[in-house]
């Protein structure tokens, strides 16, 4: 199903259109930012919290990272300041990234099994398919951010992976 090329090229994806997103969102005022637009999450500020949460949450279940302490509930609300949420993402993206350099096939075996907040109960699933859906729900929710701000007049270049990530700039890879 997946490799750990395929990480690599996710998380490199993922950084390059957080950067985009950030500089888009970057350009509206802060209660533009926080305006609810009836998305799940709220706002473009909610959403990105959300994905900032989200990472972590899978984080903590992959790889040990903090807690982020909060709810799926309380996602939205992680950061208050857009400043400080963005260095939260920076941050967290170049984290991402130095992980999926260094996983190995062996990391991507077996099955995961943690307690689900949402769920309220322990789920046992392939790592495989959690890794897939990690880097899913981070493409899921950036659409919404992305047409969120594109209702707002803001542009984020491209958004399509093969125009944006080359597997030639991978670690490891042919080209790198």
């Known amino acids: 199903m997946i490799s750990p090329a395929y990480c690599q090229v996710m998380t490199a994806y993922n950084a390059e259109m957080n950067r985009r997103l950030y500089a888009a969102a970057s350009r509206l005022s ?3 930012r926080k305006l609810p637009r009836g998305v799940f999450f709220g706002s473009i500020h909610g ?3 959300h994905l900032i949460w989200g990472d972590s949450m899978w984080m903590l279940r992959f790889a040990g990272w903090d807690n982020p302490g909060l709810s799926i509930r309380e996602s939205a609300g992680v950061f208050d300041d857009f400043s400080t949420l ?3 993402r ?3 993206d170049a984290r991402l990234e130095a992980w999926a350099a260094g996983i190995t096939e062996a990391d991507l075996r077996g099955e995961l099994t943690w307690f689900s907040g949402a769920l309220q109960k322990d789920v046992t699933r392939p790592r495989r398919l959690l890794l897939v859906h ?3 729900h981070q493409t899921h929710h ?3 951010v992305h047409a969120m701000l ?3 007049g803001q542009d984020t270049g ?3 992976l093969p125009f944006i990530v080359s597997l030639d700039d991978q670690p490891g890879r042919a080209g790198a």
């Open 90 to 92: 920076v941050a967290l």
């Open 134 to 136: 990690m880097f899913n």
């Open 158 to 160: 491209d958004t399509d």
């Open 142 to 144: 950036r659409g919404q």
């Open 30 to 32: 802060d209660a533009e």
């Open 86 to 88: 963005t260095a939260a």
């Open 150 to 152: 594109t209702a707002c």
């Open 47 to 49: 959403t990105l919290n």
